[in-house]
């Protein structure tokens, strides 16, 4: 066979093409400079090689062209780059590896490099084939054995290395053994990222590794023993999940920042030499069963060091001071024995983890910061000692304590005991002078709480949805929903209190409810939705509103005693209650929409000497059962539909008229028109305290103002009539203004009989 090489001289600067004719060779483009050829250049983009060309290569290692001798010392750029070679040999003289030489060659079996001192970026990227080099290979490029695949093995045991460079071994794969050079000192970052390969031993000279050096790689057992590493940088071995054993060396005094996180670790035994871990160094271990630091000078074990891991057991180191925030979160640990030293405890250190137990007692600790132990559901036995002096936010929420007592702290936190199955507990001994907000919400076995008498207020939700069935209050502030959804809470006893907010009592299971002098003022729907209440009494309260919603849907609420000063009643504040008999005085002066809205059980409303200056809107609307509503004469409107629509009898009690300037002996002739539309169409059957009925008709549909002029004449006509006669045989005393005018049955019937 036939074939070409092209030849680029380089001669005096001057420059040329030539073709020689060698048999029984493929077609190769060789550079020639200085006395020396390179196999692999282009010439206009021509490649060295044909691209279909497949079979063994053998390259001289010398080429003669004008019988000048010139010796082959590197492989060019994309030299035999995705060509289907089978087999090749390079011969000695070949010092260098160029950019992609060897790149997609997937169908080589092994490639010997014997005196190769440089290969560099991405020479063997994706090539598939067992390669050896030998103590001369002094340096590799970055990526120059990316996404390789070693077949069986790859020994730089041998060679002369001193740095592997950035992603050198990206996602390369070697099935077995991978031995790292006795010359290596460092390893930058991410050069076996994603790596396949069993075991790695780390030669006694190496001092340096990059950050994710070995992250996602597929390494089963590493061995730091006869290295020089002081420090494992930052995901160092990061989503290693294969990486079940690792033997750490005696001068290794660092492992950084999710050095391990997510690692298939075990066990882990750290040395003595060892003094600090970085920030989630072996979280989401999810095999990680067990830890030994206590042969460690590891003062701090650090934020989400063990977070999400399997760790059960851990042996603390003896002079640790600091646990960091969710240090072991989500994390199977049972129990740890905490040292003298330790004085802080981070964030949210054991949340929702499955610790069970711990003492704090023989710890320097003086406070415990939010959410500690926050949803361990586990937890039975905390001793906290005598030197904590104060407890963070929901430290205990959402825990399984049932149990536990409180030393005499300073201060505790919003939400401490949130959501816990807490049943008993006592802080009557503390001094603090505030229960914060939302302490044992949602705390549904808490039977019973004592508080100290130093209390002056109860923050909001502080006990809402619990279990206590009774409770003595002594704090002068009762905040927003204190109590709300206590549906055991039977009984209160209110001292001193002075302020009562939104919503505080509502469904409980109150009876009876007897408010303190102290008071002045109840927040709306404090007491709603309460099934149970049947009695009200604001005592000598200083309260002037009842709230808005008050007692909405206390469908059992029988008996109100009112405010004894004057006071006004709220939008919709007793609607749906059972009241049978309401009777407002003057202390009453107003009167908001729906206040006794569906209270079905009411038949009799008294405000004749209230001064409700008019009925609101819907006051009474769907208070079917009402019969006899007297009203004062200070009440000078009432708005459509305040009065339920069926009969009833409206009492007028008073001198002046419900509109215009009728005197009392017109009261009579109000027109049908009133009565229709302010007493949200009714029927009206009594006016005053007149013996006869007022017939309007009894018209409850459309705007029908009844009353005919003819009517009108004819009432006038009767009274004029029956007036004259009774002057004349004076029979008749005038009655008190207010009373309206008394007639007798017998007297009633000799004036009907006049009239007719």
Known sequence: MICFFIVYLVKFGLSASITFNISNTPALGYKISDGKAGLGSTIDNTPCIAKDYAGPLNIPDKLDSDGVSYEIIEIGKYAFSDVKLTSIVIPKSVTKICQYAFSETTTLQAINLPKVVEIESFAFYKTKADITVTESLKKIGESAFALADFRNNFDLSKSSVETIEKETFKQADCENEFTLPQSLTTIKENAFIFFTVDKINFPPKLTTIGDHAFANSKVTEISFENSALTELPANCFFSCLKLTTVKFGN?????????????????????????????????LCKKLIAANLQNTQVTEIPDGCFQRSLITTIFLPPKLEKIGVGAFANSALVGIHPPPTLYYIGDSCFIYSKISHISLNNTAMKYLNDRVFY?????????????????????????????????????????????????????????????????????????????PTSIKSIGESAFESSGLASFDITAQYIGKRAFHSCGNLQSITLTNTVEILEESFSLTSLTDVVLPETLTKVGARSFEMILTLQSFDYGKSKINFIEHNMFMD?????????????????????????????????RCTYIYERAFMNCGSLLNVNLSISKVPYLSNQTFYDCENIYDIAISDFTIDIEDSAIPPQAVNVYYCGTSCFKGDLNLTQKVIVPKEYACSKFGHCDVTKIDNFPFPVDFHKTKTGRNYGVTVVTVIFVIALFGIIGFVLYKKFLRKKAPQDEGYLISQSEQEKESNLFT
Do not use: M, R
Not at 559 to 570: D, L
């Open 251 to 283: 001068q290794l005094t660092k492992l950084g920042d999710e050095c391990f996180h997510n690692a298939g670790l075990v066990k882990v035994e750290l040395p003595s030499s060892l003094k600090t871990i970085g920030n989630l160094c072996f979280s």
């Open 554 to 586: 206390d469908f059992k609420l029988e008996n109100v005693t009112f405010p004894q000063g004057e006071f006004k009643i709220g939008y919709e504040a007793f609607k749906h209650t059972a009241l049978v008999n309401l009777t407002l005085d003057d």
């Open 375 to 451: 949803g361990c559901s586990n937890i039975s036995d905390i001793d906290l000692g005598t030197k904590i002096e104060k407890i963070g936010n929901e430290v205990f929420a959402l825990s399984s304590l049932k149990t536990i007592k409180i030393p005499n702290i300073k201060s505790i936190g919003e939400g401490c005991f949130f959501g816990s199955q807490i049943q008993q507990i006592d802080l009557s001994h503390l001094s603090i002078t505030s229960l914060p907000d939302k302490i044992f919400l949602n705390c549904s076995q808490l039977e019973t709480a004592l508080l």
